[in-house]
């Protein structure tokens, strides 16, 4: 069955009537009406045939509001679903052109806005939510700025990469050795705004490979496609803030 923005569009049959149907498919038409281009649309798969239709999503919107540097361009987050998992949540990514790079700024840069699902003002908390994110967005280009005049050490972009790996493979993990191939010219930099970018590649699209020792035995891994958006959401948003650590010590 194929998922598109109209047959996610219901909510789960089992919640309350409580719960408000905010259909993805008006939020996204009142989202273009403030000038915004979607360009990107993206529905979790599910496990179980029950959740089909109902499941979490991800609309990407840019809009000349959101100013494009000469590294990117900030992007407006939606992601919603109709299965009472979760609220109407509003984050604000960056596009890196120069690998098709999709990040997503951490709390620490700019927290995530919710909208619940529930009240007859939906629609007005949603605009507000909308204009509030928007107006920060001006804190992410300042934090590229500041992640790319940080300048790393051999032993520091390694640090980096070891944190980032132990986190992404939990703390059980131990990690003996590990190498992230870095795919283009332009990414063979030591500071830090490309260090992350480098990690974060490696980390969802995959292909870094690590020595662990588990239950005493020694296995060779390699890091596997992320393609579940919580999982997406929770790995871009880990970088961002670990970056952000890094350049605050």
């Excluded at 990690?175 to 030591?190: L, V």
């Amino acid at each position: 069955m194929t998922t598109t923005i109209e047959t996610l569009d219901q909510k789960l049959p089992t919640l309350s009537d409580k719960y408000k149907l905010a259909k993805t498919s008006d939020i996204i038409k009142n989202i273009e009406a403030l000038g915004f281009t979607m360009d990107k649309f993206v529905a979790m798969k599910v496990k179980k045939k029950e959740r089909q239709g109902y499941q979490k999503h991800r609309a990407i919107f840019t809009s000349p509001a959101l100013k494009a540097t000469s590294d990117g361009v900030p992007q407006l987050l939606l992601t919603n679903s109709h299965d009472g998992s979760s609220s109407v949540v509003l984050q604000l990514g960056f596009y890196r052109f120069i690998c098709s790079n999709g990040l997503i700024a951490g709390k620490t840069v700019i927290e995530p806005i919710r909208v619940r699902h529930s009240g007859n003002d939906f629609a007005e908390r949603l605009l507000v939510a909308i204009n509030t994110i928007v107006a920060q967005a001006h804190k992410l280009t300042e934090s590229i700025d500041k992640l790319k005049a940080v300048k790393l050490s051999g032993g520091e972009v390694a640090t980096f990469q070891r944190e980032a790996l132990q986190k992404r493979l939990g703390a059980e993990a131990k990690i003996q050795s590990w190498s992230m191939p870095i795919h283009r010219n332009e990414d063979n930099q030591f500071d830090l705004f490309t260090v992350m970018n480098v990690v974060q590649e490696n980390l969802i699209r995959g292909g870094a490979r690590v020595i662990v020792e588990e239950n005493g035995k020694t296995k060779n891994k390699t890091i596997r496609r992320v393609n579940s958006i919580v999982s997406q959401t929770e790995i871009n948003t880990m970088l961002w803030e670990l970056a952000e650590q890094k350049a605050a010590a």
